[in-house]
């Protein structure tokens, strides 16, 4: 079956440093793959998605590249800021149909002025 | 533009009791998923709506639990005697076709005594 596996938490970084959170999955297919973010106490948001080998998806500073030789999606962003602390989910779906979500297990980011 | 709405935000049951959760989704949104996050876990998939059809229960114990999305109205997923192990964050998220990422709603939090 599909699954995501990134790296445990908590991340602690220094406002403006660089971050990167690894994530690897397996699949049968050929999924696409997402970050999403959830900031205390509210639902996920997706913040960036790519649907196929070497795709890049970006938004708000943050990117991550498909890497189908390596099944990895890790997530990077150069500078954090204090407003990105949250917990960041890698994920995937499989193509060709309906999108059943599999999450990897989170992992939180702190960032301390 | 009302996001994906769930309510109630908290709800505490006490073992044996029932458990109605709510989700209103995005306008427009004719796709339901329900995820269920147990504590320092990801989200686990459960179940797959459309308007009054279950597509996929794949990830719903099979004894207790139910869903549903009448024609008019929010989806509800129901838990039946709740025992403390029900205790978590459910999820629901909408999207307008099966093929596009999924906005979610910000939880009901789950907790038996």
């Known amino acids: 079956g599909n699954s995501v596996t990134q790296m445990e938490g908590p991340v602690t970084l220094s406002e403006e440093a660089f971050l990167t959170i690894n994530c690897t999955y397996t699949?049968?297919?050929?999924?696409?793959l997402f970050w999403y973010v959830q900031y205390p106490g509210e639902g996920l948001q997706l913040l960036l998605k790519a649907t196929k080998a070497d795709d890049k998806g970006s938004n708000k500073g943050f990117e991550a590249t498909y890497r189908k030789e390596t099944t990895s999606f890790h997530l990077e962003k150069g500078s954090v800021q204090v407003s990105d602390s949250a917990v960041y989910f890698c994920a995937l779906s499989e193509g060709g149909g309906y999108q059943k979500v599999t999450f990897g297990t989170g992992t939180k980011l702190q960032v301390i002025p | 533009n009302a996001g994906v709405m769930q309510n109630p935000r908290h709800l505490v049951r006490r073992r044996g009791q029932e458990a109605r959760l709510r989700c209103s989704p995005m306008?427009?949104?004719?796709?339901v998923y329900w995820y269920r996050q147990l504590p320092e876990e990801g989200l686990k998939f459960m179940v797959y709506?459309?308007?009054?059809?279950?597509?996929?229960e794949s990830g719903m114990p099979k004894e207790r639990f139910s869903a549903e999305f009448p024609k008019e109205g929010p989806s509800i997923l129901r838990i039946q005697q709740v025992v403390r192990g029900d205790s978590a964050a459910y999820f629901c998220?909408?999207?307008?076709?099966?093929?596009?990422?999924?906005?979610f709603g910000d939880g009901t939090r789950l907790s038996i005594l």
């Open positions: 699949a049968t297919g050929y999924p696409s």
């Open positions: 709506l459309q308007k009054e059809n279950i597509i996929d």
């Open positions: 998220a909408s999207s307008p076709t099966e093929n596009q990422p999924q906005h």
């Open positions: 306008k427009g949104h004719s796709h």
